[in-house]
């Protein structure tokens, strides 16, 4: 059964949103990775909309876009230091 979303609270609904856009940006920044500044960022906003998104009641989904943004900064973060170490 699908919720409606028009009696959802305004503040449910932003964190519910967030919470989507976690998973989403997180997926996205692995992708992105190889360009370590672009999967940083996106990584850091997938992160905080995650933490943000643990409010609503799609806490599962926040915390998985929270794992993934973790992994794609650890990634970013990684990848950046590689290339900087192969450029000695």
Same mark, same amino acid.
């Given at each position: 059964m699908e919720p409606n979303y028009d009696n959802l609270d305004p503040e449910e609904r932003i964190n519910k949103l967030l919470a989507a856009i976690s998973v989403l940006l997180g997926a996205a920044s692995i992708c &992105?990775? !190889?360009?370590? !500044?672009?999967? $940083? +960022?996106?990584? %850091? +906003?997938?992160?905080? =909309?995650?933490?943000?998104?643990?409010? =609503?009641? =799609?806490?599962?989904? &926040?915390? $998985?876009?929270? +794992? !993934?943004? %973790? $992994? &794609?900064?650890? +990634?970013s973060v990684v990848y950046a230091i590689f290339v900087q170490i192969s450029k000695n």
């Open positions: &992105a990775g !190889i360009v370590p !500044i672009v999967g $940083f +960022i996106g990584g %850091a +906003i997938g992160l905080w =909309s995650g933490l943000r998104g643990r409010k =609503s009641e =799609s806490r599962s989904l &926040a915390t $998985f876009g929270v +794992i !993934i943004s %973790a $992994f &794609a900064l650890t +990634i």
